[in-house]
């Protein structure tokens, strides 16, 4: 083994699992093979064609490292984990994937086309340039779920639209509550099976950069307000590990993020509203993140997990028919 693979490579796999608390045992020569050519890393940010799937972050010592792809960025998680980085951009663009280590260490992705791929294979009938939300069943899944309590907390810095903190804990428990309750404008009575609790405020941030990237875990899940990259109106992080049996991931961890440098937010807009969001509205967008919708494009304007929160629109306070069935189909 030692003189097929190099004892460098193998060393480097097998230092890496003791470090982690993994017991791991190469099989496959042909995969640590390729993964070994496949490691010579460069310092600074990763792609996904420097860690392509089926790569091993063990062979690679390439968790904790920065990986991008299209706009998007997580940081490389431990073995048995997967991030998925979500983004609100203001022109209605996919900016979000998800990267996921098995328990050996190999790596697989859910890119933007990919999710894409899932959306119109749930779409009720043809696309249209425009559907009513209680008419369109078009839904996307991210592949997790919340199988307990989603756990949150309040960020200690300045929240989005000058709310107090009473007012921030009412808008994002009422958004979170959209999502559980299943609140809708097309009149289904479907409940989510799954709770929420806020615990207060916490020293603790979203685990999201100035970038809209999702950094390292620290297993509290934060609502804040912060920079993020121009052209993002909020990012939401969500850390997940696979189920015995199969199934949507376990819910770990969810941070959201709004960006209050360069957009401005409100909790009443009116008919001189201009240019500011709807804290309720994104806030609801978010938390069908948490609860594990992914986003659905052009043609499903009326869902609340469209990929574009329009300025001055309450629509995305309730849900549309295919965020309910998104909903339904993971609980």
Known sequence: MAGRHGPGVLGRALVAAAVLGISWTPVDGDVLTRAGKECALAPGALTVDDLPAGSSVLVCAAVGRLLTHQGGGVTVPEPGMKVTVDSLAVDGSRRGFSLEVGADGTVSYDLPDDAGSEEHAHAAGPAAASRAACADGAYALSGHKEYGTYDWWLGDDALPGNLSVAEARRTFDGAIGTLTGT?????????????????????????????????????????????????????????????????PDWLKEADVRFNTRHYTFTSNPTGGCKNAYDISSVATHEAGHVFGLAHVGSGHEGQTMFTNSFACSTSARSLGRGDVLGLRALY
């Open 183 to 247: 609140r809708d404008k097309c009149g289904f009575g479907d409940v989510v099976g799954a709770l929420s609790k806020y615990h207060g405020r916490t020293h603790h941030e979203a685990d999201i950069d100035q970038q809209a990237r999702c950094t390292a875990r620290d297993h509290v899940s934060v609502w804040d307000a912060g920079a993020l990259s121009p052209g993002v109106v909020a990012t939401t992080c969500s850390w997940s590990r696979s189920v015995k049996g199969g199934g």
